[in-house]
């Protein structure tokens, strides 16, 4: 079965946001064998939304649409689909109870605005929104169905959990997707692509091959939509494992977690912990752990570290080899992973130095060069990475080196 | 003038990624002027493309795609295109040599597949990828542009940049758009626009209001499209002015740039410096503050200070006050604050510490009680901010908080 996904809101189309509400949705749908044939964003406008509601109802058995069912008179959604559907708005005492009392926690009066929000299409089921105070709706039109949905993130999180998928699992008999994803190092995009290409050409043609290349890895993902999950599942199974036979040295997993999740799962079952030095990455490697429900549990201590000063007061670099080597070297890299661990007195320590850039290239080196460098409870190691020329793009390759070698350290001495 | 944005890619419509690149393509347009009306995502299949393109074509002067063009097989765009627009694939010396180049430097061999990356549509005009392997393409049909970029970030990036709104700038009489946001706090949506309806109602037709709500605020967005830029900015000025008389105790400023842009420019022109020290937020403030060329003019330290040791150790709180007032407290954080600016010598330290969640709440703390503190060349300041009960919520909140909070006492002591 076929859905598509609407996203309305002018802040969309003019680069304001981040829609993150369609990545989800169309989550959800993925993970009940609904396949999501587009994505569509469009701004505030009566005309717009009815064309793309019509267009997309036309090609897909389901369209879930979030935006525009706010109070104020920028969101016009909810109107225009009772138009389209031709519905009359009609007060719910349920919706108008639930406003009121949701405002009156907050302290707010109760005024003809938010009495709007209690007016619904009379043609539609309404979708209870614990978590706000415009419902969502559920509309059908000769067996197809349209789900209009606040624009909120986490309200229309709930709805989707809460109202949406059982809704839809009751009403379509739905087959199954499966996807598997497997990771591979230390082979370029094309030098994988060649190496594996009759593995490549013997694939059924109901399994969909993806390659999505990282920095410093690919990942290869199979995919069959609309099928028997379990069998298809073993055949993926049966695949990879072949595949894994024939580039044995550059298979590094499956990619159920990030590498992150991989180091916060081990540090946390060993109860060893972590501390990290950072120069180029500027804090990305802690927020990434620290972003994670738990990582107090192992995470010590973290030292952006972006002066010569600070590399030398805080975590104890030596100024000599500062002066002699300079800030990014290998040298240094080693002694800020050992004094971010000393400091910390964690069992790792992880450090990044080295040019972001756009400013402070030479030729001998140039932006992107980082050095690396791991200290564990039996040894530090530290390799040289080039990691591109854009800062964002050193940033994010430094962080990936630099937690690779961080998983392996912590594998090696497992 | 209107454009639409493709993106292609079957790991958009599972969900597996977050399509960043319309965002950013919406922003370069729209910042030219050029009015984006629609934003789409399909997976890589021939039939879906063409459709598409030939659909968004009908509607748009300008289209801006993106994805499929790696060297895989699963990457169709560039075929699919040629084949639109009645090309043959020609090879190109100057694609290969750049590609055969950079291929070298990473150590890797030059393959049939890189080779196909050489060749190009005869009919469309290269656009030169000088941070990747894939080119970009320029098509015209009947006065419309179609533009196809590769979906690696940082290269469409730049190809954006470098490439495409040069030419689009000298290809089209652009008009103007303008955008202005007011931040307004301590009313609700409904109230707000209760509050404010004979001004909402006497804005000319040319002006757009959007509400944008916000945790703790809503933000109020004036746009005009396709203007004389100069002279609709000085119109928004006096409405927002005469709106700012309607609400004095409810302004709260203009959102011109991220508040770390803001502070980043004042640091940088005063030549004054900056140290963090993060518990709860970890390493966010100092990550934002890194990613910006430039910030090691005044970016000096940052600590992420999880453990009670390595607040006591790093940054110097003592560890009675620890002991007596608990780690998320008033005093823990002036002391965080002021140990961060003085172990790194800088002019301001800004702090965070509190409870991300989902546990460590207790009923005096509860989830999402965050102290914030800056300490400056004259003076020390902290607050208590409720920042939600999502972890991510709680760590972006109080990031948002903290900035704030230093944005207010730089500019305080200036």
């Known amino acids: 079965m076929n859905a598509s996904i609407l996203t309305i809101g002018d802040e969309i189309l003019i680069g304001q946001i981040t829609d993150t509400n369609s990545v989800s949705i169309a989550r959800h749908l993925d993970g009940a064998g609904i396949v999501v044939r587009e994505k569509c964003s469009i701004g505030d406008d009566r005309g717009r939304i009815v064309a793309a509601v019509e267009r997309l109802l036309a090609s897909s ?6 935006g525009g069912l706010g109070p104020t008179k920028d969101d016009i959604t909810k109107k225009t689909l009772a138009d389209l559907f031709g519905c009359r708005l009609v007060h719910n005492g349920t919706v108008a109870a639930h406003v009121e009392r949701m405002l009156a926690e907050r302290g707010i009066a109760y005024n003809e605005l938010n009495r709007s929000q209690a007016l619904v299409p009379d043609g539609c089921t309404v979708l209870f929104n614990a978590y706000g105070t415009a419902p969502g709706m559920w509309f059908e039109r000769d067996g197809r169905v349209l789900v209009s949905l606040p624009g909120v993130p986490y309200e229309m999180e709930h709805l989707m959990h809460d109202e949406v998928m059982p809704r839809l699992r009751a009403r379509f008999a739905l087959r199954q997707t499966v996807h598997r994803t497997m990771i591979t190092a230390g082979l370029a995009e094309s030098m994988l692509a060649e190496r594996i290409a009759p593995w490549e050409n013997a694939l059924p043609p109901y399994l969909k091959l993806a390659y999505l290349p990282n920095p410093g890895a690919v990942r290869l993902r199979l995919s069959a939509y609309e099928v028997d999950g379990r069998k298809v599942a073993e055949e993926i199974d049966r695949r990879f494992e072949e595949l894994r036979r024939l580039i044995p040295h550059y298979f590094i997993g499956y990619e159920r977690a990030s590498i992150q999740e991989l180091i916060h799962g081990l540090l946390t079952r060993r109860g060893e912990s972590l501390a990290t030095a950072e120069s180029c990455t500027g804090g990305t490697i802690a927020a990434r752990f620290t972003a994670m429900p738990g990582a107090s549990a192992y995470f010590r201590c973290g030292v952006v570290a972006y002066s010569n000063e600070a590399k030398r007061d805080v975590l104890g670099v030596d100024a000599p080899t500062l002066e002699r080597c300079g800030a990014v070297s290998e040298e240094v890299a080693r002694q800020m992973a050992e004094g971010a661990r000393r ?26 060069t980082v050095w690396i460098a791991v200290a564990g409870p039996h040894r530090t190691v530290a390799m040289l990475r080039h990691c591109g020329a854009d800062r964002g793009q050193v940033i994010d390759r430094a962080a990936a080196f630099a937690l690779g070698l961080l998983r392996d350290e912590i594998t090696a001495a497992g």
């Open 61 to 66: 058995e389901v369209v879930v649409l979030t």
């Open 343 to 368: 400091i910390a007195r964690a069992d790792y320590g992880v450090a990044t130095t080295g040019i972001a850039g756009p400013a402070g290239g030479s030729g001998a080196k140039p932006v992107g």
